[in-house]
Nanobody
Framework: QVQLQESGPGLVKPSQTLSLTCTVS??????????WSWIRQPPGKGLEWMGA???????YYSPSLKSRTSFSRDTSKNQFTLQVSSVTPEDTAVYYC?????????????WGQGTQVTVSS
C-alpha cells in the first residue's frame, strides 16, 4: 500500500520561502499515470489544490499560486517537494500531499496525514 508523509518546518516567517517534502513508500513516484499533488486547507476554509508533479516530471500549477510555487522531485529518494515563496499569514494552513491516477484531478487515492504550517513573525 502506498503511504505518503509530509515533512518540513511548522513555522515560517513572513516573506520567507516555505519548503515541504513528501516521502512516498510502497510505490514509485515514476509509476506511469500517477500524479502527485499538494493540497492545503487554511483554518476554517476548504481544501485548495496547489498543483501537481506527474510521473513524467511534468508540473502543473494552480493559476492563483503559480507565481509563488515550485515543485520538484528526487526520484532516488522517492520524494517530491513544494516551495512557496514570499509567504504571508494567509499561507497558514495544513498542507497535504496526495496521489491520483490516471489524472491530476480528484479523487485522490492516497493522502499524507498533513502537516501544519504557520506563517508568523
Amino acid at each position: 500500500q502506498v503511504q505518503l508523509q509530509e515533512s518540513g518546518p511548522g513555522l515560517v516567517k513572513p516573506s520567507q520561502t516555505l519548503s515541504l517534502t513528501c516521502t512516498v513508500s510502497g510505490g514509485s513516484i515514476t509509476t506511469n499515470y500517477y500524479y502527485w499533488s499538494w493540497i492545503r486547507q487554511p483554518p476554517g476554509k476548504g481544501l485548495e489544490w496547489m498543483g501537481a508533479i506527474a510521473y513524467s516530471g511534468s508540473t502543473y500549477y494552480s493559476p492563483s499560486l503559480k507565481s509563488r510555487t515550485s515543485f520538484s522531485r528526487d526520484t532516488s529518494k522517492n520524494q517530491f517537494t513544494l516551495q512557496v515563496s514570499s509567504v504571508t499569514p494567509e499561507d497558514t494552513a495544513v498542507y497535504y500531499c496526495a496521489s491520483s491516477v490516471p489524472k491530476r484531478l480528484p479523487p485522490y487515492d492516497y493522502w499524507g496525514q498533513g502537516t501544519q504550517v504557520t506563517v508568523s513573525s
